[in-house]
């Protein structure tokens, strides 16, 4: 005689099964996600201060980004960006807060006066941008047509200004420019050559006739590819062969 099968009994519970797996997997994402919020509140802190420092603008809490309003310049009152005429006539002048606007400010003001009263610095030109300082000076205040030799003229205008740069923590990068017409002699292959060896030229007089300090001092070359002017025109090109000094306030680095 056969025996009687019994039904196969189901087993309910098997859900339970998938159910442990994923609340493991979602205690283990919610630990994950505790260890990464957990940051050094002192090394943010540190960062904080730095960053504040080297953009020259106040971190403000609540929301308002770090991004200063639109039109408005590096210092309270200016309107950027504003070029100071040459002999240094400026406009306003207004109080700021903060280490690198103050110092950047004083900067520009110290060189305005300067620029008044000493003829060397006659044709400088002031020109305040972001948390930068630039200084502009034409091509034939420097050099002779397609040369990178500092004439004597040339040396008391750069000794001037770097008896005034040498002991403020700033940094200087000199940029040398030149208009779009092609260059190709023995000396220089190119406008590139040519803006390169000519911001060189005044990085090694920087040093040797003011003083100021090597690791301070950086040179490039942009060729004719930061005009300022219409390289179509006589005037445009001739805006467009310049060097510029720009003025960055040296940040300490932070003890960590």
């Known amino acids: 005689m056969r025996k009687k099968k019994h039904p196969e009994h189901v087993n309910h519970e ?89 110092e950047l400010k004083a900067l520009a003001e110290a060189l305005e006066a300067h620029a008044k009263v000493r003829k060397e610095l006659a044709g400088l030109k002031i020109v305040r941008r972001g948390n930068e300082l630039v200084l502009r000076l034409d091509e034939t205040i420097l050099f002779t047509s397609g040369d990178d030799q500092i004439s004597d003229d040339a040396r008391l205008v750069l000794k001037a200004i770097g008896e005034e740069l040498k002991d403020r923590p700033v ?15 023995g000396r220089f292959r190119s406008n590139w050559d040519l803006s390169t060896a000519r911001a060189t030229s005044v990085v090694t007089t920087l040093a040797a006739l003011a003083d100021v300090k090597p690791n301070r001092l950086a040179a490039m070359g942009y060729a004719e590819y930061q005009p300022l002017g219409d390289n179509s025109t006589k005037e445009g090109r001739s805006q467009n062969r310049r060097v510029d000094f720009v003025l960055t306030v040296e940040v300490p680095q932070a003890v960590p």
């Open 14 to 102: 098997r859900w339970l099964v998938s159910f442990a797996d994923f609340m493991t997997l979602l205690f283990a994402f919610f630990v994950v996600m505790f260890s990464v919020s957990q940051v050094d509140s002192q090394k943010v802190g540190r960062f904080t201060q730095s960053f504040q420092a080297a953009i020259g603008i106040e971190l403000v809490p609540g929301g308002q980004g770090i991004m200063p309003s639109e039109g408005a310049g590096m210092f309270p009152g200016d309107k950027p960006p504003e070029e100071v005429e040459e002999g240094g006539k400026g406009k306003g002048k207004g109080k700021g807060k903060g280490g690198t606007k103050d």
């Open 171 to 185: 940094l200087v990068r000199v940029e040398g420019h030149t208009d779009d017409q092609p260059i190709s002699t």
